[in-house]
């Protein structure tokens, strides 16, 4: 399994942290928003929770859970893909997916692939609902799930929930007005009925998602954590022009157009040779051009924006187009899930990227690039030529997928320079793997903790890039899980006033960063502590930091 083996190969300490640090605290009961913040979605990590609960802290069990995404992420998009086209075309399609699922480009859970992968699971429910005589019951938990994937990344997952809506609405309730007849839907094979049950189990979610946000942590604390502070992280005018403005990017969407509206000029007669042959050139010139590129040029292109990266623009340029070529017809037409599939994916991927980018947050929705192709080849109809065209594409795209994955090009931003591996062969970190010194320098702090400071006296980590207090059984004592800027909207003085306030007496700063920009995330902090906190010992990656008086201030 391509995940088993990246785990092997690559651990990011300051992500994997993230999760299950922020787990571990909703573990011993706390609550998100309300105890402490965090500018994301609540899903994933209650799911890690819920691991930790069950199993106990191992990084066994969160790297089996990723794995079993991954498969779970394959087999959902091969049922979408099979909804555009058939037989071996839609393995083909899926092939390269081998590669681009989302933990074997990262290898940690994350919300990216977590909401990519309900998304997948909901619209399988909802072709399964639109399309077979299912009970009521069954359409209606199928709805309630439509509300998951916004629980699990913000900037996706309510998109998606509205379009779901407007496309049930339509099909289930206003559709056969427009085609003229009650009941029309059922002789073509929709069946509303179970839309409309699976409309009502939407309602029902986002009703009863909306009660539990309010009983637990609030629902103006959900709304300033979700959206007001996570609304600095999405990109500007600025960096939506970098994204999609590059002129090479458009051209070459234009030539796969060009490619796709050659192979519709039939006719009444046979489509001439050389009108299939250009078409199927343009179509499969860039996919072919950026694999050679990627083995030609490899080296050169790690340490820039990859090859196979700047297929995602053109492709979404051209499900654009062909979207809306075929818009006159959407209408009328029957079959919800595949009208809605590149409407869906555009616009899903284009909120994604208002996050980072398509260099920073496509590792986890290759699964739409892949549905993007599937519809655009699927307007070829049977074509005996179209099962080429999709083994031409998977093959491409696979050799180019490969390298990106080896060179662990995603991940650019941990430092990936040192002399060997280290792999932690025992303990909850069983199995983690780094470049030196990054274990072996936490190992001996777990050490010093362990021998130095009681578990009763509150620890503070700076930036807090260790899985440390889950590894430790300790609380965190602060508001706030990691010192990033979008997570943390505190300025240092704030956080130091805060750790007084909780009577924190240890504060542990990382000197030696695994991921280097974390550096300029935590600027002032570690300073404003020095003034209040003198260093009592330096350890290989560390300093450690004790208020010799005791804090002046109210318990919490």
Same mark, same amino acid.
């Given at each position: 399994m391509v995940h088993q083996w990246q785990t092997g190969r690559i651990g990011v300490l300051g992500d994997y942290a993230y999760i299950v640090d922020t787990a571990w605290r909703i573990a011993q009961g706390e609550l998100m928003y309300r105890d402490f913040g965090l500018p994301h979605s609540p899903l994933t990590f209650h799911v890690q929770a819920t691991l930790i609960k069950v199993f106990g802290f191992s990084y066994g069990v969160t790297a089996w859970y990723c794995t079993v995404v991954n498969v779970g992420y394959v087999l959902l998009t091969y049922g979408l893909v099979r909804v555009s086209v058939s037989g071996w075309s839609g393995v083909a399609l899926c092939v390269p997916l081998v590669w681009l699922a989302p933990h074997c480009i990262y290898p940690h859970p994350f919300y990216d692939p977590d909401v990519c992968l309900l998304v997948l699971l909901n619209l399988n429910l909802l072709q399964w609902v639109a399309t077979r005589r299912v009970g009521a019951v069954v359409a209606f938990l199928g709805g309630v799930t439509t509300v998951l994937p916004a629980l699990a990344k913000q900037n996706v997952g309510y998109p998606y929930v509205v379009l779901v809506v407007v496309a049930v609405v339509w099909w289930g309730w206003l559709r056969e007005r427009w085609v003229g007849g009650v009941g029309e839907g059922e002789r073509e094979g929709l069946e509303v009925v179970g839309l409309r049950w699976f409309g009502a189990g939407v309602a029902a979610g986002v009703v009863g998602t909306v009660v539990w946000l309010g009983l637990t942590c609030g629902l103006w604390n959900y709304w300033r954590w979700v959206f007001v502070s996570a609304s600095r992280r999405l990109a500007d005018l600025t960096f939506i022009l970098e994204t999609y403005g590059n002129y090479e990017s458009w051209a070459l969407g234009g030539l796969m157009v060009l490619g796709w509206w050659l192979w519709q000029r039939k006719g009444e007669g046979a489509r001439p040779f050389w009108v299939a042959t250009a078409s199927a050139t343009l179509l499969l010139g860039p996919f072919v051009v950026v694999s050679a590129i990627t083995w030609l040029c490899g080296r050169f292109f790690v340490g820039f924006d990859y090859p196979l990266l700047s297929l995602w623009v053109p492709v979404m340029?051209?499900? *654009?187009?062909?979207?809306?070529?075929? /818009?006159?017809?959407?209408?009328?037409? &029957?079959?919800?899930?595949?009208?809605? *599939?590149?409407?869906?994916?555009?616009? /899903?991927?284009?909120?994604?990227?208002? &996050?980072q980018g398509h260099t920073g947050s496509s590792y986890g929705i290759w699964a739409l690039f892949v549905l993007m192709v599937a519809y655009v080849v699927s307007l070829f109809g049977s074509d005996r030529r179209q099962p080429l065209v999709c083994w031409g594409i998977a093959i491409a795209l696979t050799l180019a997928a490969f390298p990106y994955v080896y060179h662990n090009v995603r991940l650019r931003y941990v430092d990936q320079t040192g002399d060997a591996l280290q792999t932690a062969y025992s303990g909850p970190l069983r199995r983690f793997t780094v470049d030196s010194p990054y274990l072996s320098n936490f190992a001996e702090l777990l050490d010093f903790v362990a021998d130095r400071i009681p578990e009763a006296e509150p620890v503070v980590c700076v930036p807090q890039e260790d899985p440390f207090y889950v590894m430790t059984g300790r609380r965190n004592p602060l508001p706030m899980v990691i010192f990033d800027s979008t997570a943390t909207p505190f300025f240092p003085e704030e956080i130091v006033e805060e750790a007084e306030r909780r009577r924190v007496k240890w504060v542990i700063v990382k000197r030696v960063l695994q991921i280097g920009h974390l550096a300029w995330e935590v600027e002032g902090i570690p300073e404003a502590f020095s003034e209040k906190y003198t260093t009592v010992a330096r350890l290989s990656g560390y300093d450690i930091l004790q208020r010799l008086a005791p804090a002046q201030a109210d318990s919490p």
């Open positions: 340029i051209l499900t *654009l187009v062909v979207g809306l070529w075929q /818009l006159p017809s959407v209408l009328s037409a &029957s079959q919800p899930v595949r009208t809605m *599939l590149p409407w869906i994916a555009v616009i /899903l991927t284009f909120f994604s990227f208002l &996050s």
